[in-house]
């Protein structure tokens, strides 16, 4: 989709001199723009309503209380088209070490419950943020379960998966009822994409799909794509400590992530789900 200059002039920026489209992810289109001298970053939804950007204001909101976000300067809808205007961070490189720290920040703040206070249903992968007081019941139910099901509607499932996966699911449960797990704050979609380094070195967070849930869950969207190296964890356990056998609890929440990409990319994931559901 292409936009209309006229539709920029709608935006609340006065004296706009510059529009380049940028990369902004596969689901938004993305702009810098320079108004007034001041650089802005522009995310557009086409044929969405302004409550489209909502979770995303709410997520960058809480981080920003404790970890450097872009600020937003404004939402709204131009012409049927949702938007979201937020500073501009110009880039640099830092340190994973403080990356680490950053995000062990985050995870130290909690509430009493697991989930958020709206669901997330506006998007490719929906996702149920129902309050719950037991962790197990959100993961498996909220998450886990919604992902198996649109999996078998997109024809990505087998009787094999399933029996596999009903055992996992079983599996997680029994464990989960025997340990403490405190409701963090997570990012919801950490990967090497979605943090950066400010021109000073400082670490900032991106593009958040926040939840109150285990910040184990978190960590281990880092352990699949890379882009986190041994400085982040070390800087992460030097500041939050990890509780014996994250190791190997990990392969129950790289599943979600994988399952997720199963859904939107098809069976090129395939092996890496099925590696977790027959060995895990």
């Known amino acids: ?64 209380k404790v970890a450097l976000v872009p600020g937003v300067v404004a939402t709204g809808e131009i012409n049927g088209n949702a938007f979201l205007i937020l500073e501009w961070l110009a880039s640099g490189s830092g340190s994973q070490y403080r990356l680490g720290q950053t995000v062990a920040h985050i995870h130290q703040v909690h509430n009493s419950y697991f989930g958020f206070d709206h669901d997330e249903l506006d998007a490719r992968i929906p996702k149920i943020n129902t309050w719950q007081s037991d962790w197990g019941t959100f993961y498996t139910q909220q998450r886990l379960d919604p992902l198996v099901l649109l999996a078998k509607q997109n024809g990505y499932w087998s009787e094999k998966r399933e029996a596999a996966y ?27 994409g979605n943090y950066m380094f400010t021109a000073d070195g400082t670490p900032a967070l991106i593009d958040p799909d926040v939840l109150y849930g285990d910040r184990e869950f978190d960590l281990a969207m880092t352990t699949i794509f890379g882009g986190f190296s041994a400085g982040f964890y070390q800087g992460y356990t030097d500041t939050y400590p990890l509780s014996a056998g994250y190791e190997d609890r990990l392969p129950w929440y790289q599943l979600y992530y994988l399952l997720v990409h199963l859904n939107l990319f098809g069976e090129t994931y395939g092996t890496a789900v099925d590696q977790i559901l027959f060995n895990a």
């Open 1 to 64: 989709m292409t936009l209309s200059n006229e539709w920029f002039t709608k935006l609340p920026l006065s004296d706009v001199t510059t529009i380049e489209p940028v990369k902004g992810g596969d689901i938004n289109l993305a702009f810098h723009l320079v108004a007034n001298q001041h650089d802005y970053f522009l995310l557009v939804q086409p044929g969405k309503p302004q409550a489209f950007y909502q979770h995303e204001v709410d997520g960058l909101n809480l981080i920003g």
């Open 166 to 192: 009903q055992q996992l699911r079983a599996d997680f449960l029994s464990y989960t009822k025997h340990r403490t797990i405190k409701p963090s704050l997570l990012h919801g979609d950490l990967w090497s």
